[in-house]
T-cell receptor, first 107, second 112 residues
Framework: KNEVEQSPQNLTAQEGEFITINCSYS?????LHWLQQHPGGGIVSLFM???GKKKHGRLIATINIQEKHSSLHITASHPRDSAVYIC?????????FGTGTSLTVIP | EPEVTQTPSHQVTQMGQEVILRCVPI?????FYWYRQILGQKVEFLVS????????KSEIFDDQFSVERPDGSNFTLKIRSTKLEDSAMYFC??????????FGQGTRLTVV
């Protein structure tokens, strides 16, 4: 079983701040996903990573396979970024989810 | 942009009743998943499905649960005799072999 830990659990930031959310997992994986869950509950896939770094707009995701660690960065944060960000790892065709990081960006 | 569609968005059912949650995955996707999220808790894996059979399932996915892909487009989750603790948001997801998983918007199941 893969243990997925995220930090911090809750994060409040001022608009414009640079934000980092961290994810660690315990065993080898095929891929790691960063997901965004809005208050209504719907889930959006932001990134899938198996190595290196990906960038999409103001979002950057990195993964270090050796250290079993990934980070999600948000540059120039905006109130519309307020959501729960979830790290999920895929191993053996199962997904294991972190508990999520609740981000609130204040104008 | 292609998307995973789930229906209904909200279902209320009496305890002991059977429910079927429906999902239409993205058409060229090969792997299909069901997850659930009990209010205030983290998302939990239920089952994965590939090549018309279950490939993995969690301890949650007991004999009360079943999945089907009846017509090549729909992917359904059936709960045979619902319990109060089955109340949760149920998410369907699909992917091709080396791509991101795409999630549906979820079905909120309330068992009363």
């Amino acid at each position: 079983k893969n243990e997925v830990e995220q930090s911090p659990q809750n994060l409040t930031a001022q608009e414009g701040e640079f934000i980092t959310i961290n994810c660690s997992y315990s065993v080898g994986i095929s891929a790691l996903h960063w997901l965004q869950q809005h208050p209504g509950g719907g889930i959006v896939s932001l990134f899938m990573l198996s190595s290196g770094k990906k960038k999409h707009g103001r979002l950057i995701a990195t993964i270090n396979i050796q250290e079993k660690h990934s980070s999600l960065h948000i540059t120039a944060s905006h109130p519309r970024d307020s959501a729960v960000y979830i790290c999920a790892v895929r191993a053996d065709n199962q997904f294991y989810f972190g508990t999520g990081t609740s981000l609130t960006v204040i104008p | 942009e292609p998307e995973v569609t789930q229906t209904p968005s909200h279902q209320v059912t009496q305890m002991g009743q059977e429910v079927i949650l429906r999902c239409v995955p993205i058409s060229n996707h090969l792997y299909f998943y069901w997850y659930r999220q009990i209010l205030g808790q983290k998302v939990e894996f239920l089952v994965s499905f590939y090549n018309n059979e279950i490939s993995e399932k969690s301890e949650i996915f007991d004999d009360q649960f079943s999945v089907e892909r009846p017509d090549g487009s729909n992917f359904t989750l059936k709960i045979r005799s619902t319990k109060l603790e089955d109340s949760a948001m149920y998410f369907c997801a699909s992917r091709r072999s080396f791509t991101e998983a795409f999630f549906g918007q979820g079905t909120r199941l309330t068992v009363v």
